[in-house]
């Protein structure tokens, strides 16, 4: 075989940053992990003697936050959210999840070439279901191709202090408070006999059963389904996205009358 050597073609590419912002859509979340924020990141870039050349694919994927106070950036994460008992506090992701956000701030775009214009989900948790970590200021950080290094939008195209512009400001907001008034836990008879109390005994040591209770004496051999709800305030029902047992856990404990049980 026969390898000719030639002289590499360097790819054209944008010299200078016109625009490079970062501003909040959804500013506020419960620290629950899994409410996210929404971040939205821009960039544009000047025309090169007439020609404009964007971001490129490797740059615009390098976009990241990296907080304002320190260093270190905010990680990306494929789940849908900060999982109970992750050491993480904050992360990022790429799409949206099913959880309701905050009220959104209206959002306009421009469809221009040399325009990215990126949007990024922002979880946080707390230690504890109690715990609320404080506020944090946050940049916006891509890493540039051919060695121009990274770029901050608080630093370029010029230094830039200003809130929704240089840096955001991403609020946590207190896990509300749940009342245990609130939550139902009711057993449905589908197999075995007993339901409402229907054929229990009546006789002396049966006392009555309190309106719509299950029989669980004399029916032993019985399928119950427990159906779980919430009403927020008291009186909103509300569906449950998901149900995750922590960990091995007895789900019932009885105790009977009789001697050898």
Not at 157 to 178: A, Q, Y
Not at 200 to 229: C, K
């Amino acid at each position: 075989s026969i390898v000719q050597l030639t002289n590499a073609v360097t790819e054209p590419t944008w010299r200078y940053i016109s625009t490079f912002n970062i501003s909040k859509v959804v500013g506020r979340a419960y620290a629950n992990g899994m409410q996210q924020m929404q971040v939205r990141i821009e960039v544009v870039t000047e025309p090169v003697d007439g020609t404009t050349y964007p971001l490129s694919g490797d740059e615009e994927a390098s976009l990241r936050l990296v907080s304002k106070a320190t260093p270190s950036h905010m990680p990306f994460i494929e789940e849908e959210g900060i999982e109970y008992g992750s050491p993480l506090r904050w992360a990022c992701r790429l799409e949206p999840n099913r959880f309701h956000q905050q009220e959104k701030e209206p959002v306009s775009r421009d469809d221009l070439f040399n325009h990215v214009d990126k949007s990024l989900y922002v979880h946080v948790r707390g230690q504890g279901p109690t715990d609320t970590p404080g506020s944090e200021r946050y940049v916006a950080m891509f890493v540039a191709d051919n060695d121009k290094g990274d770029f901050r939008s608080d630093l370029y195209p010029s230094p830039n202090e200003t809130e929704d512009e240089g840096h955001v400001t991403l609020t946590p907001m207190p896990i509300p408070t749940k009342i245990a008034d609130h939550y139902s836990f009711k057993d449905v008879r589908v197999a075995g006999g007993g339901a409402g109390g229907v054929g229990r005994p009546t006789g002396p040591g049966w006392d009555p059963l309190p309106p719509g209770d299950n029989d669980f004496d004399y029916f032993l051999r019985t399928t119950d389904y427990w159906r779980v709800g919430y009403q927020r305030e008291g009186r909103i029902p509300l569906l449950f996205t998901r149900c995750i047992f922590e960990g091995p856990r007895s789900l019932v404990q009885w105790e009977s009358t009789y001697g050898n049980e």
